[in-house]
Protein backbone atom coordinates (compact mmCIF):
# COMPACT_ATOMS: atom_id res chain seq x y z
CA UNK A 1 0.00 0.00 0.00
CA UNK A 2 1.74 3.52 -0.69
CA UNK A 3 -0.60 6.86 0.99
CA UNK A 4 0.10 10.61 -0.29
CA UNK A 5 -0.73 12.78 2.89
CA UNK A 6 -1.37 16.34 1.52
CA UNK A 7 -0.59 18.59 4.12
CA UNK A 8 2.60 18.55 6.31
CA UNK A 9 0.94 19.64 9.44
CA UNK A 10 0.35 18.42 12.87
CA UNK A 11 -1.90 15.58 11.41
CA UNK A 12 -0.28 15.19 8.51
CA UNK A 13 3.25 14.51 10.12
CA UNK A 14 1.61 12.56 12.51
CA UNK A 15 0.24 10.52 10.07
CA UNK A 16 3.03 9.73 7.84
CA UNK A 17 4.84 8.81 11.30
CA UNK A 18 2.02 6.18 12.27
CA UNK A 19 1.73 4.35 8.87
CA UNK A 20 5.41 4.11 8.88
CA UNK A 21 5.45 2.58 12.28
CA UNK A 22 2.46 0.52 10.34
CA UNK A 23 4.29 -0.66 7.10
CA UNK A 24 2.92 1.61 5.06
CA UNK A 25 5.15 3.37 2.38
CA UNK A 26 3.86 6.86 2.28
CA UNK A 27 4.87 10.38 0.36
CA UNK A 28 3.89 13.60 2.16
CA UNK A 29 3.43 16.92 -0.01
CA UNK A 30 3.49 20.79 1.24
CA UNK A 31 2.35 23.91 -0.79
CA UNK A 32 5.25 26.26 1.90
CA UNK A 33 8.53 26.21 -0.43
CA UNK A 34 9.93 25.46 2.98
CA UNK A 35 8.29 24.06 6.39
CA UNK A 36 9.22 26.53 9.36
CA UNK A 37 8.30 26.89 13.15
CA UNK A 38 5.03 29.09 12.84
CA UNK A 39 2.34 29.84 14.91
CA UNK A 40 1.96 30.21 18.54
CA UNK A 41 1.19 28.60 21.35
CA UNK A 42 -1.21 25.34 21.33
CA UNK A 43 -2.08 22.92 23.91
CA UNK A 44 -2.21 18.46 23.61
CA UNK A 45 -4.53 16.68 25.51
CA UNK A 46 -3.67 13.49 27.47
CA UNK A 47 -5.19 11.34 24.10
CA UNK A 48 -2.82 12.83 21.59
CA UNK A 49 -0.10 12.87 23.76
CA UNK A 50 -0.42 9.27 24.45
CA UNK A 51 -0.55 8.53 20.84
CA UNK A 52 2.81 10.61 20.46
CA UNK A 53 4.01 8.89 23.08
CA UNK A 54 3.71 5.60 21.91
CA UNK A 55 4.81 6.77 18.12
CA UNK A 56 8.79 7.47 20.56
CA UNK A 57 8.21 11.19 21.03
CA UNK A 58 7.88 11.69 25.10
CA UNK A 59 10.94 12.87 25.77
CA UNK A 60 10.69 15.18 23.05
CA UNK A 61 7.57 16.77 24.19
CA UNK A 62 8.82 16.75 27.39
CA UNK A 63 11.83 18.83 26.83
CA UNK A 64 9.75 21.19 25.23
CA UNK A 65 6.07 21.44 26.50
CA UNK A 66 4.73 22.40 29.61
CA UNK A 67 2.77 19.64 31.49
CA UNK A 68 -0.29 22.12 32.37
CA UNK A 69 -1.12 21.65 35.99
CA UNK A 70 -4.56 23.48 35.84
CA UNK A 71 -6.74 25.37 34.13
CA UNK A 72 -8.85 28.38 35.77
CA UNK A 73 -11.18 31.18 35.27
CA UNK A 74 -11.24 34.61 36.02
CA UNK A 75 -13.36 37.65 35.72
CA UNK A 76 -12.16 40.59 33.97
CA UNK A 77 -10.50 41.85 37.00
CA UNK A 78 -8.63 38.70 38.47
CA UNK A 79 -10.91 37.40 40.80
CA UNK A 80 -11.14 33.27 40.40
CA UNK A 81 -14.10 32.04 39.68
CA UNK A 82 -13.36 28.18 38.78
CA UNK A 83 -10.30 25.83 38.49
CA UNK A 84 -9.62 22.04 37.75
CA UNK A 85 -6.44 20.13 37.57
CA UNK A 86 -5.23 19.62 34.14
CA UNK A 87 -2.89 16.04 32.56
CA UNK A 88 -1.90 13.27 35.03
CA UNK A 89 -3.36 15.89 38.04
CA UNK A 90 -6.80 14.47 36.25
CA UNK A 91 -5.90 10.91 36.76
CA UNK A 92 -4.54 10.45 33.21
CA UNK A 93 -1.50 8.30 32.66
CA UNK A 94 -0.42 11.18 30.43
CA UNK A 95 0.55 14.38 30.87
CA UNK A 96 -1.56 17.68 29.35
CA UNK A 97 1.16 19.75 27.20
CA UNK A 98 0.90 23.19 26.04
CA UNK A 99 3.62 23.93 23.41
CA UNK A 100 4.82 26.08 20.77
CA UNK A 101 3.43 24.71 17.70
CA UNK A 102 5.77 25.40 15.69
CA UNK A 103 7.99 23.91 17.96
CA UNK A 104 5.51 20.64 17.58
CA UNK A 105 5.45 20.62 14.08
CA UNK A 106 9.28 21.06 13.69
CA UNK A 107 9.57 18.14 15.96
CA UNK A 108 7.47 16.12 13.97
CA UNK A 109 8.96 16.92 10.70
CA UNK A 110 13.02 15.82 11.97
CA UNK A 111 10.96 12.71 13.01
CA UNK A 112 9.76 11.59 9.66
CA UNK A 113 12.73 12.31 7.93
CA UNK A 114 14.69 10.44 10.25
CA UNK A 115 12.24 7.41 10.13
CA UNK A 116 11.44 7.68 6.72
CA UNK A 117 14.28 10.01 4.80
CA UNK A 118 14.60 13.03 3.17
CA UNK A 119 12.44 11.82 -0.15
CA UNK A 120 9.39 11.04 1.84
CA UNK A 121 8.46 15.07 2.43
CA UNK A 122 7.86 17.06 -0.74
CA UNK A 123 7.90 20.27 -0.07
CA UNK A 124 6.50 23.54 -2.45
CA UNK A 125 4.00 21.07 -4.39
CA UNK A 126 0.99 21.98 -4.21
CA UNK A 127 -2.19 19.71 -4.88
CA UNK A 128 -4.27 20.48 -7.80
CA UNK A 129 -6.59 17.76 -7.61
CA UNK A 130 -7.47 14.14 -8.12
CA UNK A 131 -8.95 11.09 -10.03
CA UNK A 132 -9.99 7.73 -8.66
CA UNK A 133 -11.00 4.57 -9.91
CA UNK A 134 -11.04 1.21 -8.03
CA UNK A 135 -7.67 0.24 -8.53
CA UNK A 136 -5.60 3.70 -7.82
CA UNK A 137 -5.68 6.93 -6.95
CA UNK A 138 -4.16 9.46 -9.50
CA UNK A 139 -3.35 13.36 -7.73
CA UNK A 140 -2.10 15.59 -9.97
CA UNK A 141 1.00 17.86 -8.72
CA UNK A 142 2.17 21.16 -9.39
CA UNK A 143 5.84 22.20 -8.22
CA UNK A 144 5.87 25.73 -6.82
CA UNK A 145 9.02 26.80 -8.63
CA UNK A 146 8.86 25.09 -11.87
CA UNK A 147 5.25 25.26 -12.79
CA UNK A 148 5.89 21.82 -14.16
CA UNK A 149 3.28 19.31 -13.35
CA UNK A 150 2.79 15.48 -12.58
CA UNK A 151 0.88 13.04 -11.32
CA UNK A 152 1.38 10.73 -8.76
CA UNK A 153 -0.46 7.25 -8.51
CA UNK A 154 -1.31 5.95 -4.75
CA UNK A 155 -3.69 3.65 -2.84
CA UNK A 156 -4.96 6.28 -0.93
CA UNK A 157 -4.75 10.01 -0.95
CA UNK A 158 -5.62 11.71 2.71
CA UNK A 159 -6.26 15.53 2.66
CA UNK A 160 -4.79 17.07 5.69
CA UNK A 161 -4.54 20.50 4.28
CA UNK A 162 -6.12 22.25 6.69
CA UNK A 163 -9.18 24.69 7.11
CA UNK A 164 -8.98 25.91 3.18
CA UNK A 165 -8.31 22.22 2.21
CA UNK A 166 -8.08 21.62 -1.74
CA UNK A 167 -9.30 17.66 -1.38
CA UNK A 168 -12.38 18.76 0.52
CA UNK A 169 -13.09 21.45 -1.79
CA UNK A 170 -13.04 18.31 -4.62
CA UNK A 171 -15.17 15.99 -2.61
CA UNK A 172 -17.50 18.66 -1.75
CA UNK A 173 -17.85 21.35 -4.59
CA UNK A 174 -19.88 24.60 -3.75
CA UNK A 175 -19.44 24.46 -0.21
CA UNK A 176 -19.50 27.83 1.59
CA UNK A 177 -16.80 29.65 2.95
CA UNK A 178 -15.76 28.74 6.79
CA UNK A 179 -18.10 30.37 9.34
CA UNK A 180 -17.49 32.91 11.28
CA UNK A 181 -19.69 33.73 15.25
CA UNK A 182 -18.11 37.25 15.63
CA UNK A 183 -15.22 37.00 17.45
CA UNK A 184 -11.89 38.09 16.35
CA UNK A 185 -8.91 36.75 17.93
CA UNK A 186 -5.27 38.02 18.27
CA UNK A 187 -2.66 35.84 19.16
CA UNK A 188 0.95 36.55 20.63
CA UNK A 189 3.73 34.99 22.26
CA UNK A 190 5.90 36.32 24.93
CA UNK A 191 8.61 36.12 27.68
CA UNK A 192 7.40 37.18 31.63
CA UNK A 193 7.78 36.57 35.23
CA UNK A 194 5.63 32.93 35.69
CA UNK A 195 2.39 33.27 37.41
CA UNK A 196 0.30 31.59 39.81
CA UNK A 197 1.42 28.07 39.49
CA UNK A 198 4.06 28.71 37.03
CA UNK A 199 1.87 26.09 34.71
CA UNK A 200 -1.53 27.45 34.89
CA UNK A 201 -3.60 28.06 31.80
CA UNK A 202 -5.49 31.02 33.11
CA UNK A 203 -8.91 32.39 31.17
CA UNK A 204 -9.95 35.73 32.17
CA UNK A 205 -13.31 37.59 30.87
CA UNK A 206 -15.68 36.10 28.64
CA UNK A 207 -15.87 36.52 25.09
CA UNK A 208 -19.37 37.62 24.98
CA UNK A 209 -17.25 40.89 25.28
CA UNK A 210 -13.36 40.74 25.52
CA UNK A 211 -11.52 37.24 27.32
CA UNK A 212 -8.00 36.96 27.93
CA UNK A 213 -6.58 33.12 27.67
CA UNK A 214 -2.76 32.74 28.71
CA UNK A 215 -0.46 30.12 29.85
CA UNK A 216 3.48 29.09 29.33
CA UNK A 217 4.49 26.67 26.89
CA UNK A 218 8.50 26.63 26.87
CA UNK A 219 10.23 24.26 29.56
CA UNK A 220 13.44 25.69 28.22
CA UNK A 221 12.40 28.72 29.48
CA UNK A 222 11.17 27.94 32.92
CA UNK A 223 14.62 26.12 33.76
CA UNK A 224 15.93 29.29 33.01
CA UNK A 225 13.25 30.50 36.11
CA UNK A 226 10.71 32.19 33.20
CA UNK A 227 7.78 31.84 31.22
CA UNK A 228 7.35 32.26 27.43
CA UNK A 229 3.39 33.20 27.49
CA UNK A 230 1.35 32.35 24.92
CA UNK A 231 -2.38 34.42 25.21
CA UNK A 232 -5.06 34.53 22.98
CA UNK A 233 -7.04 37.92 23.15
CA UNK A 234 -11.29 37.27 21.89
CA UNK A 235 -13.10 40.22 21.39
CA UNK A 236 -16.73 40.48 19.91
CA UNK A 237 -17.30 43.75 18.59
CA UNK A 238 -21.09 44.99 17.26
CA UNK A 239 -21.49 45.50 13.55
CA UNK A 240 -18.17 44.09 12.95
CA UNK A 241 -17.69 42.15 9.15
CA UNK A 242 -14.91 40.25 7.70
CA UNK A 243 -13.16 42.01 5.27
CA UNK A 244 -10.81 38.73 4.47
CA UNK A 245 -10.81 34.86 4.14
CA UNK A 246 -9.56 33.40 7.73
CA UNK A 247 -5.46 33.33 7.30
CA UNK A 248 -3.81 31.69 10.68
CA UNK A 249 -0.48 33.38 9.84
CA UNK A 250 -2.34 36.61 8.87
CA UNK A 251 -0.22 39.94 10.91
CA UNK A 252 -2.35 41.37 13.86
CA UNK A 253 -2.08 45.29 14.94
CA UNK A 254 -1.38 46.08 18.68
CA UNK A 255 -3.22 49.91 17.92
CA UNK A 256 -6.53 46.96 17.55
CA UNK A 257 -6.23 44.52 20.41
CA UNK A 258 -4.50 46.72 23.32
CA UNK A 259 -7.60 49.12 23.31
CA UNK A 260 -9.84 46.26 24.88
CA UNK A 261 -7.61 44.94 27.70
CA UNK A 262 -5.91 48.33 29.29
CA UNK A 263 -7.02 48.48 32.23
CA UNK A 264 -6.82 44.55 32.79
CA UNK A 265 -3.46 44.97 35.03
CA UNK A 266 -4.35 41.65 38.14
CA UNK A 267 -2.42 41.17 40.69
CA UNK A 268 -0.72 37.84 39.12
CA UNK A 269 -0.59 39.03 35.67
CA UNK A 270 -0.31 42.85 34.02
CA UNK A 271 -2.10 41.68 30.47
CA UNK A 272 -1.43 45.00 28.78
CA UNK A 273 2.53 45.04 29.48
CA UNK A 274 2.05 40.91 28.31
CA UNK A 275 0.49 42.24 25.10
CA UNK A 276 2.61 45.15 24.23
CA UNK A 277 5.65 43.09 24.83
CA UNK A 278 4.89 40.08 21.68
CA UNK A 279 6.92 40.84 19.16
CA UNK A 280 4.73 39.65 16.23
CA UNK A 281 0.99 39.85 16.95
CA UNK A 282 -1.59 37.54 14.67
CA UNK A 283 -5.29 38.17 14.22
CA UNK A 284 -7.81 35.89 12.65
CA UNK A 285 -11.39 34.86 13.02
CA UNK A 286 -12.96 32.30 15.15
CA UNK A 287 -14.15 30.34 12.39
CA UNK A 288 -15.65 26.49 11.69
CA UNK A 289 -17.28 24.00 9.18
CA UNK A 290 -20.62 22.38 9.45
CA UNK A 291 -20.03 18.76 10.08
CA UNK A 292 -19.62 16.94 7.10
CA UNK A 293 -22.14 13.26 6.49
CA UNK A 294 -19.13 11.92 5.06
CA UNK A 295 -15.29 12.25 4.95
CA UNK A 296 -14.38 9.54 2.53
CA UNK A 297 -15.18 9.14 -1.42
CA UNK A 298 -13.58 5.35 -2.33
CA UNK A 299 -9.83 6.10 -1.50
CA UNK A 300 -9.66 9.51 -0.13
CA UNK A 301 -10.19 11.00 2.73
CA UNK A 302 -10.20 14.13 5.05
CA UNK A 303 -8.03 14.30 8.73
CA UNK A 304 -7.62 16.83 11.30
CA UNK A 305 -8.73 20.36 10.49
CA UNK A 306 -9.46 19.72 6.59
CA UNK A 307 -12.39 17.25 8.04
CA UNK A 308 -13.46 18.94 10.88
CA UNK A 309 -12.18 22.36 11.68
CA UNK A 310 -13.23 23.95 15.00
CA UNK A 311 -13.26 26.47 17.36
CA UNK A 312 -10.72 26.68 19.56
CA UNK A 313 -12.64 25.62 22.34
CA UNK A 314 -11.16 22.82 24.94
CA UNK A 315 -7.87 22.10 23.77
CA UNK A 316 -9.26 20.46 20.71
CA UNK A 317 -7.44 21.11 17.23
CA UNK A 318 -4.17 19.65 16.88
CA UNK A 319 -5.47 17.02 19.51
CA UNK A 320 -7.79 15.57 17.36
CA UNK A 321 -6.23 15.43 14.48
CA UNK A 322 -3.15 13.40 16.27
CA UNK A 323 -6.49 10.96 17.09
CA UNK A 324 -7.30 10.96 13.34
CA UNK A 325 -3.22 10.17 11.87
CA UNK A 326 -3.10 7.09 15.09
CA UNK A 327 -7.07 5.69 13.98
CA UNK A 328 -6.51 6.12 10.03
CA UNK A 329 -3.25 4.48 10.49
CA UNK A 330 -4.65 1.43 12.47
CA UNK A 331 -7.45 0.71 10.84
CA UNK A 332 -5.65 0.85 7.07
CA UNK A 333 -3.06 -1.80 8.45
CA UNK A 334 -5.68 -4.25 9.44
CA UNK A 335 -8.36 -3.75 7.07
CA UNK A 336 -8.45 -6.46 4.09
CA UNK A 337 -8.65 -3.47 1.12
CA UNK A 338 -8.24 0.31 1.30
CA UNK A 339 -11.15 1.28 0.74
CA UNK A 340 -12.84 -0.58 4.07
CA UNK A 341 -9.82 0.84 5.74
CA UNK A 342 -10.91 4.05 5.02
CA UNK A 343 -14.76 3.57 6.02
CA UNK A 344 -13.54 2.16 9.53
CA UNK A 345 -11.15 5.24 10.18
CA UNK A 346 -14.47 7.12 9.42
CA UNK A 347 -16.79 5.02 11.17
CA UNK A 348 -14.66 5.63 14.59
CA UNK A 349 -13.76 8.91 13.93
CA UNK A 350 -16.54 10.61 12.33
CA UNK A 351 -20.25 11.21 14.56
CA UNK A 352 -17.16 12.01 17.75
CA UNK A 353 -15.46 14.50 16.29
CA UNK A 354 -18.83 16.68 15.00
CA UNK A 355 -20.26 16.20 18.21
CA UNK A 356 -17.13 18.22 19.63
CA UNK A 357 -17.23 20.29 17.02
CA UNK A 358 -20.79 21.21 18.15
CA UNK A 359 -20.08 21.45 21.64
CA UNK A 360 -17.31 23.89 21.09
CA UNK A 361 -19.85 26.11 19.36
CA UNK A 362 -22.63 25.72 22.17
CA UNK A 363 -19.76 27.77 24.87
CA UNK A 364 -21.78 26.77 27.71
CA UNK A 365 -18.49 27.97 29.60
CA UNK A 366 -18.53 31.52 28.36
CA UNK A 367 -22.01 31.86 29.44
CA UNK A 368 -21.40 31.37 32.91
CA UNK A 369 -18.42 33.95 32.61
CA UNK A 370 -20.91 36.45 31.37
CA UNK A 371 -23.11 35.51 34.06
CA UNK A 372 -20.45 36.43 36.10
CA UNK A 373 -19.55 39.51 34.71
CA UNK A 374 -23.50 41.21 34.69
CA UNK A 375 -23.99 40.05 38.36
CA UNK A 376 -20.57 41.08 39.43
CA UNK A 377 -19.52 43.93 37.05
CA UNK A 378 -17.24 45.71 39.31
CA UNK A 379 -15.67 42.12 40.63
CA UNK A 380 -16.86 40.06 43.58
CA UNK A 381 -14.94 38.87 46.95
CA UNK A 382 -16.43 35.14 46.82
CA UNK A 383 -17.77 33.51 43.62
CA UNK A 384 -20.11 32.26 45.49
CA UNK A 385 -22.03 35.41 46.31
CA UNK A 386 -22.59 35.26 42.55
CA UNK A 387 -22.75 32.04 41.26
CA UNK A 388 -25.40 28.72 42.44
CA UNK A 389 -23.05 25.47 42.84
CA UNK A 390 -25.04 24.07 40.03
CA UNK A 391 -24.20 27.30 37.23
CA UNK A 392 -20.12 27.08 38.65
CA UNK A 393 -20.88 22.68 37.67
CA UNK A 394 -21.66 23.93 34.26
CA UNK A 395 -17.99 24.81 33.91
CA UNK A 396 -16.76 21.16 34.66
CA UNK A 397 -19.71 19.40 32.51
CA UNK A 398 -18.67 22.12 29.57
CA UNK A 399 -15.06 20.84 29.23
CA UNK A 400 -16.08 16.90 29.97
CA UNK A 401 -18.26 17.32 26.64
CA UNK A 402 -15.37 18.78 24.74
CA UNK A 403 -12.20 17.27 25.76
CA UNK A 404 -12.53 15.19 28.63
CA UNK A 405 -13.84 11.92 28.30
CA UNK A 406 -13.53 9.11 30.86
CA UNK A 407 -10.40 9.06 32.54
CA UNK A 408 -10.16 4.98 33.28
CA UNK A 409 -11.51 4.56 29.10
CA UNK A 410 -8.46 6.34 27.75
CA UNK A 411 -6.25 4.87 30.26
CA UNK A 412 -6.96 0.96 30.19
CA UNK A 413 -7.70 1.09 26.28
CA UNK A 414 -6.02 -0.88 23.85
CA UNK A 415 -2.78 0.51 21.90
CA UNK A 416 -3.19 1.61 18.02
CA UNK A 417 0.19 0.93 17.65
CA UNK A 418 -0.94 -2.95 18.55
CA UNK A 419 -2.08 -4.30 14.98
CA UNK A 420 -3.70 -7.41 14.28
Known amino acids: MRVLIVGAGIGGLTT ?45 LAEIGIPTAEMVHFDRHGGRIWGEPRGRALGYNWPQYS ?80 LWNGIRMWRGVAEAEPFLTGRTMAVAGSNVTSKIVVYPISMRAEQRGRALLNWVAEVKLDGDHLERDADWNRGGRLADVLPHFEDWTFDWLDVPALIKASSEILEYPMVDRDPLERWTSGRVT ?48 REKVNAIVLACRDMPADRVLHTVSERAPKGFSTIEDVLRPEELSTITGAYRQTSFSDVEALNSRPSYSKTA
Open 99 to 178: IHRGELQMTLLEAVVARLGADAVRTGTVFEGFEQDGAEVRALLRDRASGTTETVRADVLVGADGLHSAVRRQLNPGEPAP
Open 302 to 349: LLGDAAHPMYPIGSNGGSQAVLDARVLAHELAVARDPHSGLLAYERAR
Open 16 to 60: ALSLHEAGVETLLIDSAVRLRPLGVGINLLPHAVRELTELGLGGE
